[in-house]
């Protein structure tokens, strides 16, 4: 008894784990079948039960192509049979994909962010206005809350102007403007916008008491 275990290490190494000893055992007998319309067949039935295995894919895209892919895979390339798709190849498998080239973007002050130039370009497009003016304004406010977040001191409002000035090409020029952006202060803290503290809610209460409703 105990000479007749078979330890999974002694085995055939399995190229598809997922679909089990048995799924490899047919695969082999479908490459060893000599009979091309058998083994026609028996790599139909396999097709079928490797569709039985994976029944929540049933509904994605080119899931057909993919368990004939994966059969052909199985065989280690050698099943000769006829497929409703292309055939892959140990090529295509094993070729080495294209390295991605991702962007490379180094802003002079990193701090900033790159959506921030993204919104000065947007509002050097835009006309003249007061919709303008007021993205400007919004822009300048964040760019003091990104500064204060990567340096904790304070900063002046003319730094801001300057960078705004030196990202934006010239184009935004707030330097003798008599705008004066957020205090520090309120720009860096967080208020609660909700508070579960139920002293609170009384206290809440009793500071409405005696004011008039509209």
């Known amino acids: 008894m105990i000479e007749a275990i078979e ?8 190229i598809i784990p997922e679909y089990g000893r048995h799924i490899q055992k047919m695969v082999d007998q479908a490459v060893a079948e000599e009979d091309p319309v058998k083994r026609n067949k028996q790599a139909k039935s396999i097709i079928a039960v490797m569709g039985n295995l994976n029944p929540h894919l049933r509904d994605v895209p080119d899931f057909q192509h993919m368990i004939w892919d994966q059969l052909f895979i199985i065989s280690k390339f050698q099943l000769d049979v006829e497929s409703p ?21 180094y802003p002079k002050y990193r701090f900033y962010g790159n959506n921030i130039k993204r919104m000065i370009d947007v509002a050097n497009s835009w006309e003249e206005s007061e919709k303008k003016e007021g993205l400007i304004l919004t822009i300048a406010n964040h760019m003091k809350k990104c500064f204060l977040n990567w340096n904790k001191d304070t900063v002046e409002d003319e730094v801001i102007f ?3 000035y030196e990202l934006s090409g010239g184009k935004i020029n707030l330097k003798n403007s008599d705008e004066d952006l957020r205090d520090a202060q309120k720009l860096m803290k967080s208020k609660k916008r909700f508070n579960t503290n139920s002293n609170s ?14």
């Not at 330890?7 to 399995?14: A, G």
């Not at 070729?95 to 490379?104: D, G, T, V």
């Not at 809610?201 to 509209?214: D, T």
Request: glycine content about 2%; aromatic content about 10%.
């Open 201 to 214: 809610k009384k206290n809440h209460k009793n500071s409405n008491r005696g004011r008039k409703r509209y």
């Open 85 to 105: 798709y292309p055939k892959p190849t140990p090529e295509e498998l094993y070729a080495r994909p294209e390295p991605l080239s991702y962007p490379q973007n």
């Open 7 to 14: 330890y999974n290490t002694e085995r055939p190494h399995l």
């Open 162 to 164: 300057n960078h705004l």
